[in-house]
């Protein structure tokens, strides 16, 4: 599975271990993903998302993962997100039509 938060995009960033004598070795930072259930006020429905630490700080900094969603570009989503972004919009969509 690869290392990518499902949410921000974030991943694994490549550089150096270096040494008291100044060598360098490669090495990989991997970002803090956690499995986490964020719950979708919209669809009423819990969601489980693999997301970095950062993400959900973000996520909960923006006042919840419907806001979160509608407010994040398609690049930086994963799969899965796009189409829980494409069901809160029609949740949306059709709960602004009945009103």
């Not at 290392?3 to 270096?18: D, P």
């Not at 570009?73 to 809160?88: E, G, T, W």
Request: hydrophobic share 35%.
């Amino acid at each position: 599975m690869s290392r990518i938060c499902e949410l921000t995009g974030k991943g694994r960033q490549v550089g150096h271990n270096v040494s008291h004598a100044n060598n360098k070795t490669k090495r990989v930072f991997l970002p803090n993903l956690q499995n986490v259930t964020l719950m979708s006020e919209v669809l009423e429905k819990s969601v489980k998302l693999r997301v970095s630490t950062h993400g959900l700080r973000s996520v909960e900094h923006v006042g919840g993962l419907d806001n979160w969603l509608m407010k994040t570009s398609d690049d930086s989503l994963s799969l899965r997100a796009r189409r829980l972004k494409r069901d809160v919009r029609k949740a949306l969509a059709g709960k602004q039509a009945a009103a």
